[in-house]
């Protein structure tokens, strides 16, 4: 199972950084997909939709997020236009999202769910 995980996201994160410490301090074995030199794979940010929901994976938090036009952000209302902007813009994807394996996702830095992964 370890060579499945794979971690998606950016490397100057601070959430990433902490997540890729964590899976480092655990001994666990990641392949890194970074969003700003890699780019969003369509397939899997399909398969993320599916699976945790745009509403999960729509950081609105973030930097980037709050930098948008308020017409851009109120211009996403449903997965359709959530994943238009994932697309467009990497940074308003919730970091990381990680592939347990082909199926299992999560969205966020969460220790405790992810010893129970382990």
């Known amino acids: 199972m370890k060579n499945s995980i794979t971690l998606y996201g950016i490397s100057n994160c601070d959430t990433v950084k ?3 410490a964590w899976l480092a301090e655990h001994q666990v074995e990641v392949l ?3 969003f700003k030199k890699q780019g969003v794979p369509e397939a899997r940010l399909d398969h993320w939709l599916a ?3 745009w509403e999960k994976l729509l950081n609105r938090q973030g ?3 709050r930098k948008l036009e308020p017409a851009t952000q109120a211009g996403v209302t449903d997965a359709r236009s959530a994943r238009a902007l994932m697309l467009a813009q ?3 994807i919730k970091r990381p999202v990680v592939e347990w ?3 299992d996702v999560s969205v966020g830095f969460d220790a405790t769910e992810w010893l129970q992964r382990l």
């Open 63 to 65: 930097t980037t997020w």
């Open 101 to 103: 394996n082909a199926q």
């Open 51 to 53: 699976t945790a929901g």
């Open 18 to 20: 902490k997540a890729r």
């Open 32 to 34: 890194f997909h970074d």
């Open 90 to 92: 990497a940074s308003v």
